[in-house]
C-alpha cells in the first residue's frame, strides 16, 4: 500500500517545500545514486564564511580530492584496501573499495574562491570557505540627525 499525502488545494505544500529547501541547494541525503552510504556533512555559516564538516573516520588526507570547477565544489575521495598473504593457497582473501563524491554548488559573488581551506583531522574534514568583503554583513551605521 502506498500512502499518499493530500492537502485539498491549501497553500501548505507550497511552504512545505519552500522552507524544506537547503541554503545553496546543497543536499540533505546520506546516499548517492547507487544507494551506496557517502559521509554526512554539516554546513554552518556565520559573518565572514561557510564552514563544511565532512564525516569520514578511518581515511587519510591522501585519500580525499578537492576540486572547485566554476562554481561547483566537489570533495571526493577514493581508497582500496587489499589483505592479502604471500602465499597463493587462502581460503579467504578480503579486499575493499570505498568511493565518494559530493558536489556543492557555490553562490555566485559571495564566495572567496581563492582562499578556501580544507583540514583533514580524527576523521573530520573541515573545508572553510570565506565570504567576499562585498557579501559579509555589516554592522548598522549610525546615522546622525541634524
Known sequence: MT?????NGSWLPFFDDFFSRELFNWSNNNFSSTSTTVPAVNIRENDHNFEVEVAAPGMEKKDFKITLEGNTLTISSSRENQYTQEDDRYTRKEFSYQ?????FELPKDVVDQNHIEAKYENGLLKLVIPKTESARKKAPRLIEIQ
Open 99 to 103: 568511493s565518494f563524491q559530493r558536489s
Open 3 to 7: 500512502l499518499v499525502k493530500r492537502t
